[in-house]
């Protein structure tokens, strides 16, 4: 069982930037792909990012290619997204999750953080 934890939240400016970590107490993280996704009310959960096990590959939503990047510390135990240049409608919560394929589909992933709400105001 792997329990992921997002932190790094807020409220900024359009044109700002937050950075958004995924940390586990558990050790396994290191064997897992870790991706990033976003849900606002009413609508499906969508993909942000992804990074694999070891943080070679990566890929992104054409919504934030550019300005969004994904890294991970396997050492620490954290998958951290940058967010820059944010716009409103990069408001949502966000969610950490991680799984045994690297995929865009959430519900190819079996490990969810609780969330993390970020807003973003023009």
């Known amino acids: 069982q792997v329990q992921l934890a997002e932190s790094g939240g807020g409220s900024v400016q359009a044109g700002g930037s937050l950075r958004l970590s995924c940390t586990t107490s558990?050790?396994?993280?290191?064997?897992?792909?870790v991706a990033w996704f976003r849900q606002v009310p009413g609508k499906e959960r969508e993909f942000v990012s992804v990074i694999n096990w070891n943080g070679v590959r990566s890929t992104y939503a054409d919504s934030v290619k550019g300005r969004f990047v994904i890294s991970r510390d396997n050492g620490r135990k954290t998958v951290t997204l940058q967010m820059d240049n944010l716009k409103p409608e990069d408001t949502a919560v966000y969610f950490c999750?991680?799984?045994?394929?690297?995929?865009?589909?959430?519900?190819?992933?079996?490990?969810w953080g609780q969330g993390t709400q970020v807003t973003v105001s023009s």
């Open positions: 558990m050790n396994t993280l290191s064997s897992y792909n």
């Open positions: 999750a991680a799984g045994s394929y690297f995929q865009t589909l959430s519900t190819r992933y079996m490990y």
